[in-house]
């Protein structure tokens, strides 16, 4: 079976930074896209990045291009979400997600029909 774990969460002050991880298991490495995405109270869930695993193509959400990084560690079938210069915005539950591409080199942060979803992780930034 997919499984996927995100971690990596926290309090930081605007402006600060965190790693989110997201620990992957039960598939063939190229086969997927990861995604990560974010729900804060009363809002609406929103993909923030994701990454095709057959070459690495990645999107990002508008507001954390530049921002957030996306990224992966094959040996250890990890991806990653660096947040850099966080804002209160950016406060909310991070989710990583799967889903099978056969791959092919897609993926979109405005899809939401993901396959597997992990638990998410708590992001809180404070102004």
């Known amino acids: 079976d997919v499984q996927l774990q995100a971690s990596g969460g926290g309090r930081v002050q605007a402006g600060g930074s965190l790693r989110l991880s997201c620990a992957t298991s039960g598939f063939r490495f190229e086969d997927y896209a990861i995604g990560w995405f974010r729900q804060a109270p009363r809002k609406q869930r929103e993909g923030v990045s994701c990454?095709?695993?057959?070459?690495?193509?990645?999107h990002y959400l508008s507001s954390v291009r530049g921002r957030f990084i996306i990224s992966r560690d094959k040996a250890v079938n990890t991806y990653y979400l660096q947040m850099k210069n966080l804002t209160p915005d950016d406060s909310g539950w991070y989710y990583c997600?799967?889903?099978?591409?056969?791959?092919?080199?897609?993926?979109?942060?405005?899809?939401?029909?993901?396959?597997?979803w992990g638990k998410g992780t708590q992001v809180t930034v404070s102004s």
């Open positions: 997600a799967w889903v099978y591409t056969g791959g092919t080199s897609w993926c979109d942060v405005t899809y939401f029909g993901m396959t597997v």
């Open positions: 990454m095709a695993s057959s070459d690495g193509t990645s």
